[in-house]
């Protein structure tokens, strides 16, 4: 089984700062790209930030400048810094991981169960 948490959501005030994190545990072989997404009630899920395991990045043109998106492999860890925040950002943040469980060739997507990220004004 592979579990993904993640940490680090909370109440911050405009022009304020928060760092996500997201660990992924359980019998994993390798992982692909990690990533993040918000979503707000009665809207779509988008896409704000994803990394490869090369390290290439895709960051949403909304946060372009304010987010940054890193990870630690040997921790099996993505990170979201999370710099400017404005309270259009108020979310629920969900991470994700592309990844193969030991005796597996499938790459199958994993998802975190969310934290909230409330930005006041």
């Known amino acids: 089984q592979v579990q993904l948490v993640e940490s680090g959501g909370g109440l911050v005030q405009a022009g304020g700062s928060l760092r996500l994190s997201c660990a992924a545990s359980g019998s994993i072989f390798s992982i692909n790209t990690m990533g993040w997404y918000r979503q707000v009630s009665g809207k779509q899920r988008e896409l704000v930030a994803v990394?490869?395991?090369?390290?290439?990045?895709n960051i949403a043109d909304s946060v372009k400048g304010r987010f940054t998106i890193s990870r630690e492999d040997a921790k099996n860890t993505v990170h979201l810094q999370m710099n400017s925040l404005k309270p259009e950002d108020t979310a629920v943040y969900y991470c994700n991981a592309d990844l193969k469980v030991i005796g597996s060739s499938y790459t199958v997507r994993y998802w975190g169960q969310g934290t909230q990220v409330t930005v006041s004004s």
């Open positions: 990394i490869s395991s090369g390290r290439n990045t």
